[in-house]
């Protein structure tokens, strides 16, 4: 019975370590072809790998300029996605009303389009409506396709715990915010932290929608696009490694903090 305990725990850790593996081997070639000495990509490398693209990346306005909107297009994706998906979550799982099924459907309706055709979508909206493309447009965007991610994770999190909670508060004499803001919000607040978080690294990294809706203005994901596909230079390849290190700088720790404890 030992053994096959332990052949069970070895099995899941290989077929885990295999997963993860498969999934990292493209990040990994654009981590390697990062540190490539030459502007052309060739592997094995001629000269002894260079850091002078990351450099680059840290040195160039640029790039800096472009960081620092698709930071600030998330931070405001991460604001409005939450506060309204946190509403829409507790009317999705707290009330019935007139038409509650529709609602659920066509809340949830974005998921479902491949995101180049939900960025079209927007563009000829936008075109329609004469509305000028930039950086507001693409936070719209990002929010179009994650308000509806954040509120099913919300969601989630509302279903799992009790209302008479908030009802007993009613009951002790707390008014409807101090209900909200003391007994709704901590119970919803891991769902609220982890929708957060999704929309964030969503955001942050998105190309298709971005490519569609941010007009003359250039996220980090877009000039990483222009790089490689008009006037390739390595810059582009290690700007998306520090990206991702960046990622999974946020996400690790967060998974290890958040990790059920006994």
């Not at 019935?96 to 180049?116: C, D, V």
């Not at 803001?181 to 978080?197: A, C, E, Q, R």
């Amino acid at each position: 019975m030992k053994k096959m305990k332990k052949m069970k725990i070895f099995s899941f850790y290989l077929y885990t370590s295999c997963l993860i593996l498969f999934v990292m081997i493209p990040l990994i070639c654009v981590g390697i072809m990062s540190f490539s000495p030459s502007r052309f990509l060739t592997f094995p490398f001629k000269k002894s790998p260079s850091i002078k693209w990351f450099n680059e990346v840290f040195n160039s306005l640029a790039i800096q300029e472009a960081i620092t909107l698709s930071l600030f297009i998330a931070l405001l994706v991460v604001l409005f996605s939450v506060i309204i998906a946190t509403f829409g979550a507790l009317a999705f799982t707290r009330y019935s009303f007139k038409g509650q099924n529709i609602y659920q459907k066509l809340i949830m309706l974005p998921i479902f389009f491949p995101q180049g055709v939900l960025g079209l979508g927007l563009l000829l909206w936008f075109n329609i409506l004469g509305i000028p493309l930039g950086w507001k447009t693409a936070a719209i965007g990002h929010m179009v396709w994650l308000i509806p991610i954040v509120t099913l994770i919300i969601s989630i999190r509302a279903f799992s715990y009790d209302p008479k909670l908030e009802s007993a508060a009613s009951d002790l004499g707390a008014s409807k915010i101090q209900v909200f803001f003391t007994i709704t919000i901590p119970m919803l607040g891991p769902g609220i932290f982890s929708g957060g978080l999704f929309a964030f690294l969503l955001s942050w990294v998105n190309f298709p929608i971005s490519l569609y809706t941010a007009g003359v203005d250039t996220p980090a994901p877009l000039w990483i696009f222009s790089k490689m596909a008009v006037t390739f230079t390595p810059t582009a390849p290690a700007l998306g490694f520090t990206v991702f290190l960046f990622s999974l700088i946020v996400l690790v720790p967060t998974f290890i903090f958040l990790r059920p404890r006994n």
